[in-house]
Antibody, heavy 122, light 111 residues
């Protein structure tokens, strides 16, 4: 069965960095695009970034552009999110989420991880 | 302020029908991009309910249906049940932002 397991969350001071990981299993990871989606406490879903199956295409929300970098290692079936210059407003649960179709990373998300909480606070 | 606009809340009695709207613009829904709907139960990750406007994944009851017209989309839930109480989100692609966008979410209360 498809599993996405995020890790790397925690408490970090404003301006510092953090790297999230998402370990994938149960499907051919190298064939699908993957997203990061976040949810601030008590708030709605916010799309963060997406990466194509081979890592050649990456897109970011304006709110994180220039500060966050999405990447993947298909040999390790792992997705990453490098977060730099963190701000209090980046506090959220971060989900990794698999694209439903292999050919369109703007297709629906058919599997979500359980999320990892990032808290940016001094 | 979300790019896709949803009502903050809707409610209905068991057995009733409710609809949740998702209003976009010419750069997302109006441009013909697909709309997807997700259900998020308390303290859990979202789950896809409707994909590509009106398609249900296997396992999703046919009480749930989706439609898209012009710059808007709708999720309809018939035969409302207590377990349908959750937050619902629409999602699409926006070509002016070159990215995915979510609606602000709608909290469904079953009275």
């Amino acid at each position: 069965q498809v599993q996405l397991v995020e890790s790397g969350g925690g408490v970090v001071q404003p301006g510092r960095s953090l790297r999230l990981s998402c370990a994938a299993s149960g499907f051919t990871f190298s064939s699908y695009g993957v997203h990061w989606v976040r949810q601030a406490p008590g708030k709605g879903l916010e799309w963060v970034a997406v990466i194509s199956y081979d890592g050649s295409n990456k897109y970011y929300a304006d709110s994180v552009k220039g500060r966050f970098t999405i990447s993947r290692d298909n040999s390790k079936n792992t997705l990453y999110l490098q977060m730099n210059s963190l701000r209090p407003e980046d506090t959220a649960v971060y989900y990794c989420a698999k694209c439903q179709t292999y050919y369109d990373f703007w297709s629906a998300v058919d599997y979500w991880g359980q999320g990892t909480l990032v808290t940016v606070s001094s | 302020q979300s790019v896709l606009t949803q009502p903050p809340s809707v409610s209905g009695a068991p057995g009733q029908r409710v609809t949740i709207s998702c209003t976009g613009s010419s750069s997302n829904i109006g441009a013909g991009y697909d709309v997807h709907w997700y259900q998020q139960l308390p303290r859990t990750a979202p789950k896809v309910l409707i994909y590509a406007n009106n398609n249900r994944p296997s396992g999703v009851p046919d009480r749930f249906s989706g439609s898209r017209s012009g710059t808007s989309a709708s999720l309809a839930i018939t035969g409302l049940q207590a377990e349908d109480e959750a937050d619902y989100y629409c999602q699409s692609y926006d070509n002016s932002l070159s990215g995915s966008v979510f609606g602000g979410g709608t909290k469904l209360t079953v009275l």
